[in-house]
């Protein structure tokens, strides 16, 4: 499930020339400190040489695959770090990740959008909705230590000139993926995160778990129940189920906007007001004897679930 990751190899005296194994090496100069750094790529994977170490960029699934549509599991991921290990002439294993991207494309009944758009909020985390076939959840600020995206796959690989494999041309590819960046072990709470922590069980079972209860944390929009009218009987009941037609019907970015909104308006004093806010909308929008589970978010449901499946 592992794929662009960022890696930093510190350098020594016993360090080789890695410049030599790279496609289109080019040298550039630091005027100001007269440090001569050297960039290159090795098979899709940014490779930037400096005076204290190497930083290496980029998928590890498409450096072991043509694409990445296949996720890299335990074995995968310590496959890759070999075949990069032997490419450089130089152990990786021990280099430490400053990066890294998680997750998979699932193969799905219907549009990509038609998913995205009964996912709600996140918490602690702003919610946004770019365009059709993408939406992010990341922190308020210029810092992004964590971000979750869902996102049309096949879309991203036409966008990026990538040929999907044989079979996978008419396919709905949903990808839901876990971005972090810089800090690592605090934000997994362990020691040290090297090359090779990757593909220890325990870590990976971690990832597995964050994965998980990262999603099933989001808000989900539900479905007003078809045969409802028989259950109203007040005035109180025919609003219920108004609202939330209203609310399992319409787009959760004017949700998102509207809370945002008020936020600049300093409506409220009492910044928790803003939170209830939104947990009311949300237990008007999924409110029992009223709605039902979406059909598309169980599917959805049902994939992340399985990715734990087989570890």
Not at 62 to 72: M, S
Not at 88 to 94: A, F, R
Request: glycine letters at 6%.
């Amino acid at each position: 499930m592992y794929d662009k990751i960022k890696l930093w190899a510190a350098r020594t005296r016993a360090t080789p020339d890695v410049s030599r194994f790279l496609d289109k090496a080019k040298e550039q100069i630091d005027h100001e400190t007269g440090e001569v750094c050297t960039f290159g790529s090795l098979n899709g994977l940014k490779v930037s040489i400096y005076m204290g170490g190497i930083s290496i960029i980029g998928s590890l699934a498409k450096f072991l695959y043509p694409n990445n549509i296949y996720p890299l599991d335990m074995n995968s991921t310590a496959q890759a770090i070999e075949k990069l290990s032997d490419n450089l002439h130089l152990p990786i294993t021990d280099a430490k990740v400053t990066g890294l991207e998680f997750g998979r494309a699932f193969v799905m009944a219907h549009p990509v959008e038609s998913y995205l758009s009964k996912l709600g909020d996140m918490p602690r985390l702003l919610r946004y909705h770019f365009d059709v076939g993408t939406l992010y959840y990341k922190p308020r600020g210029k810092q992004q230590p964590k971000v979750f995206a869902f996102y049309d796959k096949k879309a991203d690989a036409a966008a990026k000139g990538m040929v999907l494999p044989v079979g996978f041309e008419d396919a709905n590819l949903l990808k839901y993926e876990m971005r972090f960046n810089g800090r690592l072990p605090q934000q997994m709470g362990v020691p040290d995160v090297k090359a090779s922590t990757l593909s220890e069980s325990g870590f990976y079972r971690q990832m597995i778990k964050r994965y998980q209860e990262n999603y099933f944390a989001i808000s989900k929009l539900n479905q007003v129940k078809t045969d409802v009218m028989s259950e109203i009987k007040t005035v109180s009941d025919a609003f219920d189920v108004l609202v939330a037609r209203l609310i399992n019907g319409s787009d959760q970015t004017q949700i998102t906007a509207f809370v945002e909104e008020l936020k600049e308006a300093k409506v409220f004093e009492d910044r928790k007001n803003y939170t209830r806010l939104k947990r009311k909308i949300q237990e008007v929008a999924t409110k029992a004897g009223v709605t039902t589970s979406d059909e598309l978010i169980k599917e959805l449901d049902d994939e992340i679930k399985n990715v734990g499946a087989y570890i």
